[in-house]
């Protein structure tokens, strides 16, 4: 299992939110670059980075700043706002490996289909937020301050005619709080669609929990604020997460 750990950029900072929310914030000491370099030197070899800004507004993107995370020569995964051909191909030209689409891969699943043949299914994810709703899963929109109509069964099923890859799935009652991940929507997912890597992200709050995603087969798990809480060292993140 891969494990990701997660830097959050809003305004040139680093920070986590609880439950996708602006108004709840915590903010951290380190820039956005040193906390990448810090990570390497612990011994990651991938980072999860969201750009919160151009999720909430795109004109507001911070790729310069996403270009100097990938200057540590760490492999980045990023999305936050990506809404055009023209974005993604600016991540990848400042050496992002892969880009992360999230509202669109709900709302626009033909376009985002195209851009997975266009730039090959190693270089796109999705990133399904979801909120359950009764005994359904919904996805979440615009930085998960609107949720869809389709269920996350039906918006996965619009990619059967895609190589599609990897996606990541977030429980958004989950992320932030440190509740645990949702191991029973993960275990439905490795079991209706076999074919894709996914990765779990949202409630990571020990190393328990990163054995258990590992021993189920998820593909890679995100972990963000249990790292900077101090739940855990990445150390013993990565030893978890390889069987170690």
Known sequence: ???????????????????????????????????????????????????????RDGARRQTELIAEICKTGLRVQTGGGVRSSEDIENLLAVGVERVVIGSLAVSQPSQVSDWIRQYGPEHIALALDVRKLGETYRPALQGWTDTHFSTLQETIDAYESVSLRHALVTDIGRDGALAGPNLALYSSLLRDYPGVDWQAS????????LRALRDMGVAGAITGKALYEGKFTLEEALACSQGV
């Open 1 to 55: 299992m891969i494990l990701y750990p997660a830097i959050d950029l809003l305004d040139g900072r680093v920070v986590r939110l609880r439950q996708g929310a602006f108004n709840a914030v915590t903010e951290y000491d380190q820039t956005p670059p040193e906390a990448a370099r810090a990570f390497g030197e612990a011994g990651t070899s991938w980072l999860h980075v969201v750009d919160l800004a151009g999720a």
């Open 202 to 209: 949202g409630g990571v709050s020990s190393l328990g929990d």
